[in-house]
């Protein structure tokens, strides 16, 4: 069988719900009555337990409720070519895996033509993003934090994932509620590509090339390399060779003809200076001759 990210997804939760029980590996499989070598196939994605498998594992490991029934939504078409989560539980275990593998890969390739990435994101901007799409304002909090904590693993962790991020002129104009706190955000990406993993990138929104307008993530995590669609209700992951294929295809233009890391940083400046000046009117008139 091709390792699928769903069978990772599937095997990381095993995981989990064993150190959740302080059990070894070894102490696990004597358990469930495996051999400790194909427990550990299982829980890196390697091998599949089937449903009923899977099924005992957990009742030995007393997991139960909503936990229960969200790992084993991960057994249902784990061999199949593309990951969409069609219920509320599915999708909840399928953003649990995402931050398992961005918080283990190697590379992350971020399109974004529309909107400011959420890994670099201050936190007003995803407070912004995430009311604007209905979600309420005790959840926000939830949300910010989430994405703070994922910021700092992507430059606190011992082995940084390279991150290219390349940016559409469009999201990179937005406003987020005010001039200030566009500023913030356009300072923020500048500081974020002072980082020596982080690179971002301008996508030019006129000229010779059609600019994409979906967003997507390309990663290379736990041994796989898996591109991530945002769709409606759910983002869709393809993992196949095959499938990949347009995705590369398409980043590989973007490396072409996107703005080279210097001249992007350079219009996020422009634009920053720009809503500085609606921020402080006197900040024009006081900068020297030479800045002006």
Excluded at 79 to 100: I, N
Excluded at 116 to 134: C, H, K, M, W
Aim: hydrophobic content about 40%; glycine content about 6%; some cysteine.
């Amino acid at each position: 069988m091709t390792k699928t990210p769903k069978a990772v997804a599937l095997g990381n939760a095993l995981r989990v719900a064993r150190k959740d029980r302080r059990y070894s590996l070894r102490e696990c499989a004597h358990k469930v009555g495996c051999d400790i070598s194909v427990l550990s196939r299982w829980e890196t994605g390697d091998r599949v337990p089937a449903p009923e498998v899977v099924g005992h594992i957990l009742g030995a490991l007393a997991v139960r409720g909503p936990v229960l029934k969200g790992i084993m939504s991960l057994t249902r078409d784990i061999e199949a070519p593309f990951w969409v989560a069609g219920t509320p539980v599915e999708r909840e275990r399928q953003l649990v895996a995402y931050g398992e593998f961005e918080r283990d890969a190697e590379e992350i390739t971020l399109v974004s033509p529309l909107t400011i990435p959420e890994l670099l994101r201050t936190p007003d901007t995803t407070a912004a993003v995430v009311r604007s799409q209905g979600v309420a304002e005790d959840g926000i909090a939830d949300q910010v934090a989430s994405i703070v904590a994922r910021q700092q693993n992507l430059v606190g962790a011992d082995r940084p994932a390279k991150v290219t991020a390349f940016i559409g002129a469009t999201a990179l104009r937005q406003t987020f509620g005010s001039p200030r706190a566009a500023l913030a955000q356009l300072g923020h990406l500048i500081a974020m590509a002072a980082h020596p993993t982080i690179v971002v990138r301008a996508i030019r929104d006129s000229g010779d090339t059609c600019p994409p307008t979906q967003t997507s993530t390309l990663l290379h995590s736990r041994d796989l390399h898996t591109a991530i669609t945002d769709c409606h209700p759910s983002p869709v992951w393809a993992h196949l060779p095959d499938h990949l294929r347009p995705q590369k295809r398409a980043i590989a233009r973007l490396f072409e003809h996107a703005l080279p890391p210097d001249e992007s940083l350079g219009f996020i400046s422009n634009l920053a200076h720009r809503h500085r000046d609606r921020t402080d009117p006197d900040f024009h008139d006081a900068r020297a001759p030479g800045d002006r």
